[in-house]
């Protein structure tokens, strides 16, 4: 059974950092790109940031380009988002998605349950 | 960047109805359309994939066409547990992944 469970979220103040994770298990998970998807409160789905199997294909929405950093470690079956200079408008909850494909673009056929990001002062 | 448009942004039906939600792409993406369900609370769950290929598991009664720019998902008979909010999303060659902005099914 695939299993993807976030960690890492909480309240944290604009302008600063945070990292979240994403263990993976039930799969192998260095056949398949990985992805983080947020949805603000009672909004949409919103990509955030998606990474290749092997680390050397990664995109970033506009939104968050140059402020997070995505990152895989396969020997621990791990997904990672560094996100810094937080603001107020990243407050969501950041889902880690399992890509159906080893490519970048592709469906995302599983998803963890989330961690909640809150930036407030 | 593809922008990917839902209709309706929220739907009115009752058990049994036969209901359609439309998926519109900016530019022409093939079949890379996949539709997903999300209840509240919980985490979407992936129904249709390819524009029509049904998920394992998910029910027959869902079901998913089109092609280019243009895509519909059909449920035939909506069932209490069909209630929830469903969104599109392309898959099409390059990033960014682009959703739609979510349909709203409730009960009338």
Same mark, same amino acid.
């Given at each position: 059974?695939?299993?993807?469970?976030?960690?890492?979220?909480?309240?944290?103040?604009?302008?600063?950092?945070?990292?979240?994770?994403?263990?993976?298990?039930?799969? !192998?998970?260095?056949?398949?790109?990985?992805?983080?998807? @947020?949805?603000?409160?009672?909004?949409?789905?919103?990509?955030?940031?998606?990474?290749?199997?092997?680390?050397?294909?990664?995109?970033?929405?506009?939104?968050?380009?140059?402020?997070? !950093?995505?990152?895989?470690?396969?020997?621990?079956?791990?997904?990672?988002?560094?996100?810094?200079?937080? @603001?107020?408008?990243?407050?969501?909850?950041?889902?880690?998605?399992?890509?159906?494909?080893?490519?970048?673009?592709?469906?995302?056929?599983?998803?963890?349950?989330? !961690?909640?990001? !809150?930036?407030?002062? | 960047?593809?922008?990917?448009?839902?209709?309706?942004?929220?739907?009115?039906?009752?058990?049994?109805?036969?209901?359609?939600?439309?998926?519109?792409?900016?530019?022409?993406?093939?079949?890379?359309?996949?539709?997903?369900?999300? *209840?509240?609370? *919980?985490?979407? *769950?992936?129904?249709?994939?390819?524009?029509?290929?049904?998920?394992?598991?998910?029910?027959?009664?869902?079901?998913?066409?089109?092609?280019?720019?243009?895509?519909?998902?059909?449920?035939?008979?909506?069932?209490?547990?069909?209630?929830?909010?469903?969104?599109?999303?392309?898959?099409?060659?390059?990033?960014?992944?682009?959703?739609?902005?979510?349909?709203?099914?409730?009960? *009338?």
């Amino acid at each position: 059974e695939v299993q993807l469970v976030e960690s890492g979220g909480g309240l944290v103040q604009p302008g600063r950092s945070l990292r979240l994770s994403c263990a993976a298990s039930g799969f !192998t998970f260095d056949d398949y790109a990985m992805h983080w998807v @947020r949805q603000a409160p009672g909004k949409g789905l919103e990509w955030v940031s998606g990474i290749s199997w092997n680390s050397g294909s990664i995109g970033y929405a506009d939104s968050v380009k140059g402020r997070f !950093t995505i990152s895989r470690d396969n020997a621990k079956n791990s997904l990672f988002l560094q996100m810094n200079s937080l @603001r107020a408008e990243d407050t969501a909850l950041y889902y880690c998605a399992k890509s159906a494909r080893a490519d970048i673009v592709a469906t995302l056929d599983y998803w963890g349950q989330g !961690t909640l990001v !809150t930036v407030s002062s | 960047d593809i922008q990917m448009t839902q209709s309706p942004s929220s739907l009115s039906a009752s058990v049994g109805d036969r209901v359609t939600i439309t998926c519109r792409a900016s530019q022409s993406i093939s079949s890379y359309l996949n539709w997903y369900q999300q *209840k509240p609370g *919980k985490a979407p *769950k992936l129904l249709i994939y390819a524009a029509s290929s049904l998920q394992s598991g998910v029910p027959s009664r869902l079901s998913g066409s089109g092609s280019g720019t243009d895509f519909t998902l059909t449920i035939s008979s909506l069932q209490p547990e069909d209630f929830a909010t469903y969104y599109c999303q392309q898959s099409y060659s390059t990033l960014p992944i682009t959703f739609g902005q979510g349909t709203r099914l409730e009960i *009338k």
